[in-house]
């Protein structure tokens, strides 16, 4: 459709028990990402909710953001499904999503690597057949104890946590569009601290 077209996929659950999970962080950034640009979620053939935009406004790159409507560890159906409809190359996939080696709201970004033992990107890779696309990382820490991570991310955030997640999610919003806008290498240099 656009040579410079992007898809940013937010990587969650559906469901409303699911919403204010660690897991769904990715979701909660695409919210912020749409209602700046006015822009709400339509239903897409590809098993997703889409919204189509303008990152930044009307002169920014267009940008397709895609919530799965899988569960998260089978969102790379989705995601194949969307780069094929959009016709967007693995090179303008950014995918934003939980991050448990990262205290608390801490974020990077990078392009390709390994999944980390995270059942979302594991699911993208196998889907669309390579892990060479970039990734915009939210810090959710460790587990306390001896606690499951994967029981971990699927709690809330903690009230601790909760007082600063609407300016850390913005701040992680700011991050996806300069990924989008600027590149790599400035978004890390702002971000990667």
């Not at 897991?23 to 640009?37: E, K």
């Not at 194949?80 to 995918?95: I, M, W």
Request: one cysteine or more; proline letters at 7%.
């Amino acid at each position: 459709m656009s040579d410079d077209r992007w898809l940013v996929v937010g990587l969650g659950n559906p469901g409303p028990e699911y919403l204010a999970n660690r897991h769904n962080i990715g979701f909660l950034v695409l919210d912020v990402l749409a209602s700046r640009a006015g822009a709400s979620f339509k239903g897409h053939k590809a098993r997703a909710e889409v919204a189509e935009i303008r990152l930044g406004g009307p002169g920014g790159p267009p940008v397709v953001l895609a919530r799965p409507r899988s569960y998260m560890n089978e969102s790379g159906g989705p995601v194949s499904g969307l780069l094929k409809y959009y016709d967007v190359p693995p090179e303008r996939l950014a995918v934003i999503h939980d991050e448990l080696d990262l205290p608390f709201a801490a974020l990077r970004a990078k392009f390709g690597g390994g999944d980390n033992g995270h059942n979302g990107l594991k699911s993208v890779r196998r889907s669309i057949g390579t892990g060479d696309y970039y990734r915009v990382r939210f810090g959710v820490g460790r587990p306390p104890g001896r606690m499951d991570p994967a029981a971990f991310v699927l709690r809330d955030f903690s009230a601790a946590e909760r007082k600063d997640l609407d300016l850390e999610i913005d701040r992680c919003a700011d991050a996806t569009e300069m990924l989008v806008r600027e590149g790599l290498e400035r978004t890390q240099n702002a971000y990667n601290s």
